[in-house]
C-alpha cells in the first residue's frame, strides 16, 4: 500500500544530541513537508521541499535542518540549537506539489522527548 | 498572510445527533482552498474534506459536509449522525494560491467528544 511512513514512534534523547526523523513516501509526490505540533495546538512548518535538492523554510525553522536527496525521502534533524525540541513531529506529502486544491498526506508522526 | 481561527477548543455531542464544528479564515489569496482534517488520539492527521474558494456547491464527503459562507469567509464542518468513533481533534487548514510554497495553514483544532 502507498503511503508515508515516520519512524521511529517514539524516540528519546538527552539535550545537546542532535537526532534525525526519518520520512519516507512510496507515492511518487513532488512535495514533502514537516510540521511541528505541540500539546493542545495546531501544526506549525518547520520545511519544505517541492522538488528533490531543493527545500525552504516554514514558520519555525531555527534549530532544524532538513535534506531531499530523493523524492521518497525527507529525513529532519533536531539539532542542539533547537532550544525547546519535546514535540510531535508530522511529516507530509502532496501530489500536485504547490497547487493550492491538493491537500496534504500524512505519516503517523514521531514524538520526540528531548530530557 | 492567511489566518484560520477555531473558537471551539471542545465540543460534546450526543451519539447519532448532528455537529457543527466551526472555523473562520483570512486571506488575501484570489483562490484558496480550505480542509478539514481528523487527527484521533494515536496522533495521525486524516484528511476529510476540501471546499475551492471557487466551488458553488458545498462539499459533502459521506457523513461530513462542509457549509462554506464565502462573504463571512467561514468554513465550517458539519457531521451528521455522530458515531463514538468521531471523538477525536479536529482542525480546519487552508492554501492560498500566492502564498509560497501555498503551505498549509491550521487552525488551533476542536477537540469532539460524543457521547453514548
Known amino acids: 500500500d502507498g503511503g508515508i511512513t515516520q519512524s521511529p514512534k517514539y524516540l528519546f534523547r538527552k539535550e545537546g544530541q542532535n537526532v534525525t526523523l526519518s520520512c519516507e513516501q512510496n507515492?511518487?509526490?513532488?512535495?514533502m513537508y514537516w510540521y511541528r505540533q505541540d500539546p493542545g495546538q495546531g501544526l506549525r512548518l518547520i520545511y519544505y521541499?517541492?522538488?528533490?535538492?531543493?527545500?525552504q523554510k516554514g514558520d519555525i525553522a531555527e534549530g532544524y535542518s532538513v535534506s531531499r536527496e530523493k523524492k521518497e525521502s525527507f529525513p529532519l534533524t533536531v539539532t542542539s540549537a533547537q532550544k525547546n525540541p519535546t514535540a510531535f513531529y508530522l511529516c507530509?506529502?502532496?501530489?500536485?506539489?504547490?497547487?493550492?486544491?491538493?491537500?496534504?498526506?500524512f505519516g503517523n508522526g514521531t514524538r520526540l522527548t528531548v530530557t | 498572510a492567511q489566518k484560520i481561527t477555531q473558537t471551539q477548543p471542545g465540543m460534546f455531542v450526543q451519539e447519532k445527533e448532528a455537529v457543527t464544528l466551526d472555523c473562520t479564515y483570512d486571506?488575501?489569496?484570489?483562490?484558496?482552498?480550505l480542509f478539514w482534517y481528523k487527527q484521533p488520539s494515536s496522533g495521525e492527521m486524516i484528511f476529510l474534506i476540501y471546499?475551492?474558494?471557487?466551488?458553488?456547491q458545498n462539499a459533502t464527503e459521506g457523513r461530513y459536509s462542509l457549509n462554506f459562507q464565502k462573504a463571512r469567509k467561514s468554513a465550517n464542518l458539519v457531521i451528521s449522525a455522530s458515531q463514538l468513533g468521531d471523538s477525536a481533534m479536529y482542525f480546519c487548514?487552508?492554501?492560498?494560491?500566492?502564498?509560497?510554497?501555498?503551505?498549509?495553514?491550521f487552525g488551533g483544532g476542536t477537540r469532539l467528544m460524543v457521547k453514548p
Open positions: 521541499s517541492q522538488i528533490v535538492n531543493d527545500f
Open positions: 487548514a487552508m492554501r492560498g494560491s500566492n502564498n509560497a510554497g501555498n503551505m498549509l495553514t
Open positions: 507515492l511518487n509526490h513532488d512535495a
Open positions: 486571506t488575501s489569496d484570489p483562490s484558496y482552498g
Open positions: 507530509a506529502s502532496s501530489s500536485r506539489g504547490s497547487a493550492y486544491n491538493s491537500p496534504l498526506h
Open positions: 471546499q475551492g474558494s471557487y466551488d458553488q
